[in-house]
């Protein structure tokens, strides 16, 4: 039995069931589960993919909705860059009067669309054979070859980009795809890979060698930036907060969440965090920080509770919001700080 065959008929056992995954393909669909799936965890892409397709169902409806609708529905899951150029992306495609591309060299013309999404929608919803090369493909593919520290240079993917289309020869490119991307999340895994149940361990020369952790090497990781902010947690006598939009800035940008700045001393907490409301507040109490991590800034954010007599009139880039359900773009850390103010 060949190394394809192998790899097919244990995807079919093995697979797990995701609503992405489901027959006929949408193309939108696996475009939308694509992006979400890039450095988020497939549990927490799961219902917000549901919910997502749910609300806007087409590339179309995802066209005339608006950035904001489109950030909201994308909150909690991160890396807002993403969900921003998916927006651009729907636009564009829309205004052209037609669907998506078929290849992956056009679908690289799209904002946001790299060679792994484009390979990953060029060959899962059309067909084409073209290798997606993500980081748990490289990783079967770096063990398989042996390929060593070479996994991480041209040359190594020139290397894998060959073994995957070798494997395609015979079987649909998309399975194909699917099954390495899944036997490397679930099998071939960075630590302990269970090497017993792998369908391609016959031919492995990693594991012939007894060494499968070590290929590829790792990466170098790069250094934690640690920062402390100050957030201002303004709640009304019903019970909403005081949201500000955040604009500009690295990160964070366009999403709603309570005033926050870096923090100072510990003694000027209430006046800093004071001074950061547009509205009179009275009664503040100082809060254990919460941590919040985004990509490699490590944040810990102090949360000063501050009650506000009535909700007044508010300037434009704010507004009163429910903190568990704002109804506008925001990050997981006001889910945090509302945990920790509401506690």
């Known amino acids: 039995m060949s190394d394809t065959r192998r790899l097919l008929d244990w995807y079919e056992r093995s697979a797990r069931e995701l609503p992405w995954r489901r027959e006929p393909r949408d193309p939108y669909g696996v475009l939308v589960s694509e ?11 799961v219902p917000r993919f549901e919910a997502f397709i749910a609300r806007f169902p087409t590339l179309q409806a995802l066209a005339q909705s608006d950035e904001a609708q489109v950030l909201e529905a994308w909150s909690g899951l991160g890396y807002y860059r993403r969900a921003r150029s998916l927006h651009r992306l729907a636009r564009e495609v829309a205004g052209k009067g037609g669907g998506l591309p078929q290849t992956a060299a056009e679908l690289r013309q799209l904002p946001g669309i790299g060679p ?18 993500d980081g748990n493909v490289m990783r079967v593919a770096a ?4 390929m060593g520290s070479e996994g991480r240079a041209a040359a190594g993917r020139a ?3 060959g073994w995957v289309r070798g494997l395609m020869e015979s079987a649909p490119p998309g399975r194909v795809n699917e099954a390495l991307m899944e036997l490397g999340a ?15 361990r016959e031919g492995c020369r990693a594991f012939a060698e007894g060494c499968p952790e070590e290929h590829p090497p790792a990466r170098k990781v790069r250094e934690p930036e640690h920062l402390q ?4 947690c303004a709640v009304s006598g019903g019970g909403r907060w005081l949201l500000r939009r955040v604009d500009g800035g690295a990160i964070l940008n366009g999403l709603w969440l309570p005033p926050f700045a870096d923090a100072g001393s510990s003694e000027g907490a209430v006046a800093a965090a004071a001074g950061l409301l547009p509205v009179p507040a009275e009664d503040a109490v100082v809060l254990a920080a919460v941590r919040h991590s985004i990509t490699y800034r490590r944040i810990s954010v ?4 501050f009650n506000v007599v009535r909700e007044t009139p508010l300037p434009a880039g704010w507004a009163w919001a429910d ?11 006001l889910g945090k700080l509302a945990a920790r103010v509401m506690k």
């Open 302 to 305: 102090v949360p000063v509770r």
């Open 186 to 200: 679930t099998v071939c895994t960075p630590r302990s890979p269970s090497c017993v149940v792998c369908p391609l």
């Open 159 to 161: 290397r894998a980009l």
């Open 143 to 146: 063990r398989v070859l042996l």
């Open 116 to 133: 792994y999404t484009a390979a990953a929608v060029a060959s899962l919803a059309f067909a084409e054979a073209e290798p997606v090369l």
């Open 35 to 45: 992006l979400m799936l890039q450095q988020t965890q497939v549990d927490r892409v």
């Open 323 to 333: 903190p568990l359900s704002p109804g506008l773009p925001t990050s997981s850390l």
């Open 229 to 232: 902010w100050l957030a201002a």
